[in-house]
């Protein structure tokens, strides 16, 4: 069975532009979630869908959104991109949301 | 004071010790959770425990929870173990909440 996989995995923009960042689950798993991982604050709870239904969000601004697709697929989308975005961005993906997660590969955004 | 704390932050180890890494947390939780971070990013989920404890090869995830507190052992460690080990609680509707994670360096 195929893991997680999220494209693209490595990412340059510029402060103001836009990102999308794609995750495909591990097939038959619903739950999708993602993080923001940066070596000052360590890794943080961005959201969490489920059935195409936002479950929990983190603590972050309005820049970041995300949704998720029938087909169980989620994308995130991160606006007005700030210096500060510049991380480490892995999602993770369980049959329903109290299972155990399993990660993506990450994909690693670099805000000039 | 974070709600999930590790200790140590660093551990250095000679092949063939035995290991332990410690998490404390300040919340009412409905999970913990296990993760190995290897150099380059990728996250493997170890254990998920609510009580008790679990094994799988040469590790070993205990939870108490009464005293909110879980270890991770690492019995009979190799260099191929060294990694980041982050423990991550759900609490609150199933947040994650993440420590700051313990780097282990083994060493032949």
């Known amino acids: 069975k195929a893991g997680v996989t999220q494209t693209p995995r490595y990412l340059i923009k510029t402060r103001g532009q836009q990102v999308t960042l794609s995750c495909s689950p591990i097939?038959?798993?619903?739950?999708v979630s993602w993080y923001q991982q940066t070596p000052g604050q360590g890794l943080q709870f961005l959201f969490e869908?489920?059935?195409?239904?936002?479950?929990n969000k983190g603590n972050f601004p309005g820049r970041f959104s995300g949704r998720q697709f029938s087909n169980s697929r989620s994308e995130m989308n991160v606006s007005t991109l700030e210096l500060g975005d510049s991380a480490l961005y892995l999602c993770?993906?369980?049959?329903?949301?109290?299972?155990?997660?399993?990660f993506g590969p990450g994909t690693r955004l670099t805000v000039l | 004071k974070n709600e999930v704390e590790q200790s140590p932050q660093n551990l250095t180890a000679q092949e063939g010790e035995f290991i332990t890494i410690n998490c404390s947390y300040s919340?009412?939780?409905?999970?913990l959770h296990w993760l190995q971070q290897h150099p380059g990013g990728g996250i493997v989920s170890l254990f998920m425990?609510?009580?008790g404890k679990k094994k799988h090869g040469r590790l070993i995830a205990t939870i108490n929870i009464q005293e909110k507190h879980s270890s991770l052992h690492i019995t009979a460690s190799h260099p191929r173990d060294s990694a980041v080990y982050i423990c991550?609680?759900?609490?609150?509707?199933?947040?994650?909440?993440f420590g700051t994670g313990t780097r282990l360096q083994v060493f032949p």
């Open positions: 425990l609510s009580s």
């Open positions: 919340v009412g939780i409905s999970a």
């Open positions: 993770a993906s369980s049959l329903t949301y109290s299972n155990e997660q399993f």
């Open positions: 991550a609680v759900r609490w609150d509707t199933d947040k994650l909440i």
């Open positions: 097939s038959g798993h619903r739950s």
């Open positions: 869908y489920f059935s195409e239904t936002q479950r």
